[in-house]
């Protein structure tokens, strides 16, 4: 499949394998960092808004560095719509962040090496807007600078403890991730693996958002 037939915001999940298990979460600094591709482009971790949901044994968090994104915004970028703007979750030069639980009960949970939890991070690298263009067949909204979507790269790579929630109240998340696998999936030219190194660590707060149930 040509890579420009994929939604603009594009996921690359890893799913990695350990049991797990529950732990008191030890909340750090806030969350921050940068993610580098070997080809030399970066973008910053640094959220403004995040928002999440927890129901019937699962979650989902999305963290973003858009001080003006909303939780409409947060469960559309789940969605499929080819009107949907990324520049709503999105930033020039910065990271979103998609978590997602397959088995979370509202305890403490750490998910160190999990198959339970996945992590991907979409990072519009560089100068760059979202535009509205037709690409293969397809019209829709692309960053026009360096796209990269990515995920831990390996079991050891990746921290991640997600805090007591209920209902309604904030999801926290603490993470680190030090090691990446992703690509630019706009470059059709080169479709090759484009790994990043960085050190993205810290604590969210994640503002409870009902809409994104949907995504669970």
Known sequence: MDSDTLAPMTTLLLLVACETETAAVDF???LAGTVTADSGESGVVLPATAFGVSKGGAARVLISPNPDATCEDAAAFYGVDPDYNAEVVSAEGHCVIDVRLDAYDDVATNYDGSTDALLSFNCAMGVGEWVFERRSNR??????????AGSPAGLTEYTLDVGAAASGGPLDVTLGVSSFDG????????????????????HVAATWCEAMEAAL
Do not use: I
């Not at 990043?196 to 660590?201: D, L, R």
């Open 139 to 148: 019209s829709a909204w692309y960053y026009s600078g360096a796209f990269w």
């Open 28 to 30: 750090g600094p806030d």
């Open 183 to 202: 690509r630019f999936p706009y470059d059709n030219d080169e479709a090759d693996a484009d790994p990043a190194t960085g050190q993205v660590s810290g």
